[in-house]
């Protein structure tokens, strides 16, 4: 679990552009997305359970990757 939660650290800003990112090109949102200080992940853990799932999905069908963690 330590790892995982690791791994979820390291990657928290690059999870974070993804988002951010898929939310302008594919949803189309506001340039305001961009500059707000709201996390896309956070809303995201809190209205959905597969929230893992659902993040994931949203990175590589957006051409994203996240690194692995050096063990």
Request: glycine share 8%.
């Given at each position: 679990?330590?790892?995982?939660l690791?791994?979820?650290q390291?990657n928290?800003t690059?999870?974070?552009g ?6 302008m090109?594919i949803?189309g ?7 707000s200080r ?5 809303a995201i853990?809190?209205r959905h359970?597969n ?7 949203i990175?590589?069908n957006?051409?994203?990757?996240l690194?692995?963690?050096p063990?």
């Amino acid at each position: 679990m330590l790892r995982w939660l690791r791994w979820l650290q390291m990657n928290l800003t690059n999870i974070e552009g993804y988002l951010r990112r898929a939310g302008m090109e594919i949803l189309g949102l506001e340039e305001e997305l961009l500059t707000s200080r709201a996390s896309l992940l956070e809303a995201i853990r809190e209205r959905h359970r597969n929230w893992l799932e659902i993040t994931q999905r949203i990175i590589c069908n957006s051409g994203g990757w996240l690194a692995p963690i050096p063990w």
